[in-house]
């Protein structure tokens, strides 16, 4: 399977989880359960709709990245940078979501220290994909 497939398939199906995480989380909300909107229980709101949202917006960007790869002439997804996003889409908001699990007094559960090194992974992707396609659209034909 080539890179472009491996971003589109796991775009997909990540977006599919993380949308059900936030359905999930409506449905916490909708039944007011105090497991998710207890006073005490902020840390836990906020992580998980962090694990949500991050989890999303990931998803789109492995979409974007696999269809770049497809489209944009010259340009080629590096492996370092396909294996980076891939590794932020699961421990930034994996972080968050364990972080948001265990909530001890009103700090995040030990797993969100996952989300610095999801958060450094990240940034290297993206910017590997933007110095690559800044390059492929400059080299001469």
Not at 124 to 135: C, E, F, N, P, S
Request: net charge positive; glycine share 16%.
């Amino acid at each position: 399977m080539n890179l472009s497939t491996r971003h589109l398939r796991f775009g997909w199906w990540s977006l599919l989880a993380y949308l059900a995480l936030g359905i999930a989380l409506e449905t916490l909300h909708g039944f007011k359960l105090g497991w998710y909107l207890g006073v005490g229980n902020e840390m836990r709101r906020l992580m998980l709709t962090l694990a949500h949202a991050h989890g999303t917006l990931l998803a789109l960007v492995n979409l974007a990245a696999g269809l770049t790869a497809r489209t944009v002439n010259g340009f080629s997804l590096a492996r370092s940078a396909s294996h980076a996003l891939l590794g932020s889409a699961v421990l930034l908001p994996g972080g968050f979501l364990l972080g948001g699990w265990a909530v001890h007094g009103g700090d995040p559960g030990p797993g969100v220290l996952l989300v610095p090194i999801g958060a450094l992974l990240l940034l290297y992707g993206v910017g590997r994909i933007a110095l690559d396609i800044t390059k492929a659209g400059t080299e001469t034909r």
